[in-house]
């Protein structure tokens, strides 16, 4: 392992935040990183994106959360410098040499997202990860530029943790793991945004009980309660905030929204800005995923609003108004019902393509925290007293009765119009009745035949 440093500044730089009180920033490279372009775009991509249409106060950035991660990493950092330093080679501790990797690697960690990063990735083929790491390591780059000051293979080195290959895996675990900066940042942050309760945990507690050991990070057996009131915390955010109903329809809408923009550039009659203009064609390049934000998706929206095409014209409307389509929980027996519901609302004038659709809140990207499966992360380590490392399932009943349940739930989305006891024209009236019959309590059900 090198040596990589940076100069010190000859004052800290601090950032006032609501979450984690200061950002100290000590480090010339910090400093740099922060005031690069590619960095700075983060202030213009909303963390949770369409969450904010159902928590006002969600309108935080990926700025202050990768902000966040620096500095929750750089705490980390002292606390293991300072309680469990290396003294001989291999003894799984602590060597303090890697801290200016690990904070560079999570200060950049979410620097590949785009706007809207989870809808836009799935219709556009893109990766944040990849992304981020051709951000870090292309020369072009002011944040390679930055990186490459403190060594020429610096660039590579910060990529590959945030690729999970670099061959340390304290490193990697602290930014990415099961009970990792990022996660304790974002669940906090959101938590504090939404203005909701449940993401709250003991992170002073955490902090206290987490350790280094020779394969990750774990804690130590009096900070068991803690990490148990974190995975309960998590728990909550994802079925309260994260799973939200409508949270998902405005994502849906988003989905179809940019399907629909797709065909219609391709067609050659919609009117788009440059930035956007190459990925709707297939044929974008970095420079062009630099450019995109949330703002510019936004403008382009609000110019689809008086689109010839009537479908896109009124997807953007409904996307930037905030009017979401209405939903039932389904299950495998009632997604048999669909295409007979499709078929009404079709009678209703609305083309299903566009106006339906299924979405599963169990493969989300906040994903819950399972220990053991084919969808299993890193454990959460428990250190016993003689150094034995136990699962914290295998310690908690309450994280036991979480692990292998379900969560979350699968929805089918329509218009809310289908609900409504009011529809126009009134000629309609038998068709609605029709569809409502099919929902009860927010759920889909099967029509019983009455016995006679």
């Not at 690069?36 to 991509?45: D, G, L, S, V, Y």
């Not at 399907?259 to 930035?275: D, F, N, S």
Request: net charge negative; with cysteine.
């Amino acid at each position: 392992m090198s040596n990589f440093k940076s100069n010190k500044l000859t004052k800290e730089v601090v950032l006032r935040d609501p979450v984690h009180d200061y950002i100290h920033i000590e480090d010339q490279v910090i400093l740099d990183l922060l005031t690069t372009k590619e960095f700075q775009r983060m202030r213009r991509i909303k963390q949770l994106g369409p969450i904010a249409y159902v928590f006002p106060g969600a309108t935080h950035t990926r700025f202050e959360h990768n902000a966040g991660v620096y500095e929750l990493t750089r705490r980390i950092c002292n606390i293991f410098a300072e309680k469990y330093p290396t003294k001989t080679p291999n003894d799984g501790l602590w060597d303090d040499n890697n801290r200016l990797l690990v904070e560079c690697a999570g200060l950049l960690h979410d620097i590949g997202h785009g706007p809207y990063s989870h809808t836009f990735e799935h219709l556009f083929g893109t990766d944040h990860e990849k992304i981020g790491q051709k951000i870090i390591t292309d020369p072009h780059t002011e944040v390679n530029q930055v990186l490459r000051q403190v060594a020429p293979n610096f660039p590579e080195l910060v990529a590959s943790v945030i690729a999970k290959t670099y061959p340390n895996p304290q490193v990697v675990k602290l930014i990415s793991s099961q009970a990792d900066a990022d996660r304790m940042d974002y669940l906090k942050r959101d938590a504090y945004f939404t203005g909701v309760t449940y993401g709250e945990f003991d992170l002073s507690r955490i902090l206290q009980e987490i350790r280094p050991y020779s394969g990750g990070i774990c804690f130590t057996m009096s900070g068991m309660h803690a990490a148990e009131d974190y995975i309960v915390s998590r728990y909550q955010m994802y079925q309260q905030v994260y799973f939200h109903r409508v949270g998902r329809s405005m994502e849906v809408i988003l989905q179809h929204l940019l399907e629909r923009a797709k065909i219609v550039y391709q067609q050659g009659v919609l009117q788009v800005t440059p930035e956007l203009a190459n990925f709707l064609a297939d044929n974008w390049s970095l420079n062009d995923y630099l450019k995109l934000d949330d703002g510019v998706m936004e403008t382009n929206f609000s110019m689809w609003t008086e689109s010839t095409d009537p479908i896109l014209a009124d997807l953007a409307n409904r996307y930037l108004f905030r009017k979401p389509l209405s939903s039932v929980c389904i299950d495998a027996e009632t997604k048999n019902l669909l295409p007979k519901l499709k078929d009404l609302i079709k009678q209703a004038g609305f083309d299903p393509t566009y106006y339906t659709d299924t979405n599963s809140a169990f493969d989300e990207p906040y994903d819950a925290y399972k220990p053991t499966g084919k969808n299993a992360n890193s454990q959460i380590e428990i250190m016993q007293d003689d150094g034995q490392l136990i699962e914290l399932s295998q310690l908690s009943p309450l994280v036991r009765a979480l692990n292998g349940t379900l969560q979350g739930d699968e929805r089918f989305f329509f218009p809310k119009i289908m609900m409504s006891n009011s529809a126009e024209p009134q000629i309609f009236d038998p068709l609605y009745q029709q569809f409502q019959r099919y929902i009860k309590n927010g759920t889909l059900r099967y029509l019983r035949k009455p016995k006679k």
